[in-house]
């Protein structure tokens, strides 16, 4: 397989992990020579989500799309996301009787539960539907593909992620203000009701808390929380001199499928604290590198005697190289089966 076209509806200017999971799975496929374009909403004109105006959606229509989807000429369709774009691809290519895999990156039905009445069998029943109608759906973890298998979704593929060693890494020093009391618990990520923060800053603890992070949440936690000290966004070199100041990372989501952001915490030689739930349970598990307890402000403390070179070696068993091959096995596989089928 020589091109593939990945369609997302997250994109710039998200800083998420699905975001960079994708770039990075684009760079490594293409030093093996595979060309990999992308189809996103950076292609159309958009209108901010209502409530979450960092996410764009595009104000395309389907023969926009396939327009699109037909000039890239690449030889595989990967969906990235279940949005406007996502849709309008899987609706193309499934009238074209033509191959692609998925890609479940979020707990969606948990994600809209946390912010409407919407009961989790109708989101998990629309879900199956998209994601059982192509010839793959790449999971990140075990716990989601037993989770996923359990609820009728079928040929589900194992797509783990990877982390950048060379620019996560332990430094010397903290880019935190001085006057910060020891020890810090850290969160990174998007600041959004669905990541469950106020768990972590609720709980009692010595010293300080931190959050590093951009989202519609932002504002009304700051005012909540003035004792807590909010970082916004933070990119490169800077975001891992961020997590590689902190003494713990405290990572109280409920709903992520897997948590690129524990990779890059303990690739920078801090441990993990986290409720003993899915990505937690896969990435740090019996590692020995966290901490996973129903109890977060126990596990946190419990963190603090873990050795930060232990917690960088538990990282580097996760590569992006590794990753790539992966996801391009995936699609090489799902692509021969449903030609071999039409052939048949």
């Not at 037909?70 to 691809?89: K, S």
Request: net charge negative; with cysteine; hydrophobic share 40%.
């Amino acid at each position: 397989m020589s091109s593939i076209l990945i369609v997302t509806d997250a994109w710039h200017p998200q800083i998420n992990g699905v975001v960079r999971s994708l770039e990075r799975t684009a760079e490594e496929l293409q030093k093996i020579g595979v060309r990999v374009e992308f189809l996103s909403p950076a292609d159309f004109r958009t209108l901010p989500c209502p409530t979450y105006p960092e996410i764009r959606l595009s104000l395309a229509y389907k023969g926009m799309v396939r327009r699109r989807i037909d000039a890239h000429g690449c030889d595989h369709l990967h969906i990235a996301t279940e949005g406007p774009l996502g849709l309008m691809a899987a609706s193309i290519a499934r009238k074209r009787n033509e191959p692609f895999t998925t890609s479940y990156h979020t707990r969606f039905p948990e994600y809209v539960s946390a912010r409407l009445p919407i009961p989790l069998s109708w989101s998990y029943g629309w879900l199956r539907r998209f994601h059982n109608s192509g010839q793959g759906c790449m999971v990140a973890t075990r716990s989601l593909e037993e989770d996923l298998h359990a609820r009728g979704f079928t040929n589900l593929q194992r797509w783990s992620r990877g982390v950048d060693e060379k620019l996560f890494h332990p430094v010397a020093g903290s880019v935190l203000p001085a006057d910060l009391p020891r020890p810090i618990f850290m969160n990174v990520g998007r600041v959004a009701v669905e990541k469950n923060i106020e768990a972590f800053l609720e709980l009692d603890l010595p010293g300080s808390k931190v959050v590093v992070g951009d989202g519609p949440q932002l504002e009304s936690l700051k005012r909540k929380y003035p004792d807590v000290h909010f970082t916004g966004a933070k990119v490169g070199e800077d975001l891992a001199a961020h997590y590689a100041s902190a003494d713990v990372f405290v990572f109280p989501s409920l709903t992520d499928t897997f948590g690129n952001v524990l990779l890059e915490a303990l690739a920078c030689g801090v441990p993990v604290a986290a409720f003993p739930v899915m990505g937690p349970l896969d990435v740090i598990g019996e590692t020995g590198a966290g901490v996973l307890s129903e109890n977060l402000g126990e596990a946190a403390l419990a963190a603090l005697d873990i050795p930060a070179d232990h917690c960088r070696q538990v990282a580097l068993n996760y590569t992006w190289a590794a990753s790539a091959r992966q996801f391009l096995e995936n699609a090489e596989a799902a692509h021969s089966a449903r030609m071999s089928a039409k052939v048949a």
